[in-house]
């Protein structure tokens, strides 16, 4: 997943400036049930993300 951030992020006491580009690992879990979604969820490699942002 890849992205650029339109807001400031805030994590702790570090923000980032808007416009930070970033790309990461990700996955999506779609959860089926008689032919219909009943959930989905995605994770990401939020340290990867956090390092690319300098803020680990």
Known sequence: MS???VL???VGDATTEPGSRVAVDAV????VS???VTAKHTYLDSLAMLRQLGLA
Do not use: A, R
Not at 28 to 31: H, N, P
């Open 3 to 5: 992205g650029t951030l």
């Open 8 to 10: 400031p992020l805030p």
């Open 28 to 31: 999506d879990v779609i959860e």
């Open 34 to 36: 008689e032919g219909l």
